[in-house]
């Protein structure tokens, strides 16, 4: 194996962590934030990019694998944590928000996993972490995640993040399953990715569903998510007294007790 072997827990359920073992000299890369508590003998260090590169390639390198991060959204840093001590050292990684993580062996999907550009939690140190294009227009204006996709290489362990419920499907040759386009979470190297229009007037401007759905086509298997974050925090957004809007949820009185309780 090219990529560190790496042993690991998950803890809670819909707000989880996971719980990585390292031996002497073993490392795990993760995004910037995310880790939660290190034992006394792992040494931080932050790099550019994934590091899955970092002993064979120069600055150049280096500063490319940083800016396909950045066409991503995420950070040009990372971070490595390596165990410098003589025995097993222990180091934990939290989610952003509530959901799952979901711990993804690249050794056996193909050595690749397409993924939502912001799902990356942490993973094995060898295991690249770069862009996935996608070239058809359609795709480009109306996925949701746009032409660019997080695209996760190698043979070690990953790890990503979804939010609310998971489902994994696994497809087979030629069968299509049409999901929300926030609600693709990852999928296989082999699965087909495009986007199909709703259709019709009534379901595009009343149906509240999004205008378009992601079809994804087996072989191979796509794990979705039941409540996209861009959804949640619309919710939250709209329900804060000083945020998008005030809905009176179980109030008879509605608009109307607004005029009386201060806050106009």
Known sequence: MNSHEIDYKIYGDDIQFVEIELDPRETVIAEAGSMMMIDPNIQMETIFGDGSSQSKGGF?????????????????????????????????????????????????????????????????????????????????????????????????????????????????????????????????REVHYDIEFVGGIKNTFFGGEGVFFTTVSGPGSVWIQSLPFNRLAERVFAAAPYGGGKKEEGSILGGLGNLFDGDN
């Open 60 to 188: 150049m390198d280096k500063l490319f694998g940083a800016g396909k991060r950045v066409l991503t959204g995420e950070s040009l840093f990372m971070t490595t944590y390596t165990n410098v001590g003589y025995e097993k050292e222990k180091v934990c990684f939290a989610a952003p928000y509530i959901g799952k993580i979901i711990p993804m062996d690249l050794s056996t999907l193909g050595g690749k996993l397409v993924c939502q550009k912001d799902s990356f939690l942490c993973s094995a140190k060898g295991v690249s972490v770069g862009i996935d294009f996608r070239k058809k227009l359609s795709v480009g204006f109306f996925g949701g995640e746009g032409f660019i996709l997080q695209k996760l290489e190698g043979d070690g362990m990953a790890f990503i993040h979804s939010c609310g419920a998971l489902i994994k499907k696994d497809l087979l040759p030629g069968e299509t399953l049409r999901i929300d386009t926030g609600c693709l979470v990852a999928m296989t």
